[in-house]
């Protein structure tokens, strides 16, 4: 016989039990990257990305409301988001931090629109930054891709609240 959910009445005062409960999904890591308005370059770990549609081509991301990054991606026309390979924890650590260059020392290419394409990511999409949708406490981007690229490798995914190789 089945026995009931450990939780079938979910406590909501407590949101870090519901954030324990998503990270029980595994995802895949990606680095958002664009520039400010002095161009400079501006990147951050996120991963909450997903495809919407094929045609056209596009794809989500979100970033919380009351982040101090959120306007550099308002503001400009375009991102690019690297997905992660297995190999590049210390990449998607280094973006989550605080630290004051995040891409000091880092390779990267330029895309077509001038932003940073990361080396070694799995796959990059070139985005026009299409639309935004306040939700709750984040802000859902969806992104029109005009280019891509990507190559076969296993990707870094996170789970549990850390990064793991698949």
Same mark, same amino acid.
């Given at each position: 016989?089945?026995?009931?959910?450990?939780? +079938?009445?979910?406590?909501?005062?407590?949101?870090?039990?519901?954030?324990?409960?998503?990270?029980?999904?595994?995802?895949?890591?990606?680095? @958002?990257?664009?520039?400010?308005?002095?161009? /400079?370059?501006?990147?951050?770990?996120?991963?909450?990305?997903?495809?919407?549609? #094929?045609?056209?081509?596009?794809?989500?991301?979100?970033?919380?409301?009351? +982040?101090?990054?959120?306007?550099?991606?308002?503001?400009?026309?375009?991102?690019? @988001?690297?997905?992660?390979?297995?190999?590049?924890?210390?990449?998607?650590?280094?973006?989550?931090?605080? @630290? $004051?260059?995040?891409?000091?020392?880092?390779?990267?290419?330029?895309?077509?629109?001038?932003?940073?394409?990361? *080396?070694?990511?799995?796959?990059?999409?070139?985005?026009?930054?299409? *639309?935004?949708?306040? $939700?709750?406490?984040?802000? @859902?981007? &969806?992104? /029109? &891709? /005009?280019?891509?690229?990507?190559?076969?490798?296993?990707?870094? #995914?996170?789970?549990?609240?850390?990064?793991?190789? +698949?």
């Amino acid at each position: 016989m089945n026995q009931p959910s450990k939780a +079938a009445t979910p406590d909501f005062s407590d949101p870090r039990a519901f954030r324990t409960a998503l990270s029980q999904f595994a995802t895949g890591v990606t680095i @958002i990257t664009t520039r400010d308005e002095q161009g /400079e370059f501006f990147g951050l770990t996120a991963s909450s990305f997903n495809s919407v549609s #094929l045609t056209p081509p596009l794809v989500l991301w979100s970033l919380l409301q009351n +982040a101090r990054s959120l306007p550099f991606f308002t503001s400009n026309s375009h991102y690019v @988001i690297n997905v992660l390979s297995a190999e590049q924890a210390p990449l998607a650590e280094r973006f989550a931090s605080r @630290i $004051e260059n995040r891409f000091e020392g880092v390779p990267y290419d330029l895309s077509e629109t001038g932003l940073p394409i990361l *080396s070694g990511s799995a796959a990059w999409f070139e985005c026009h930054n299409r *639309s935004r949708y306040p $939700e709750g406490d984040h802000v @859902i981007f &969806v992104g /029109e &891709v /005009e280019r891509f690229a990507y190559e076969a490798k296993p990707p870094l #995914l996170y789970h549990g609240g850390k990064f793991i190789s +698949a």
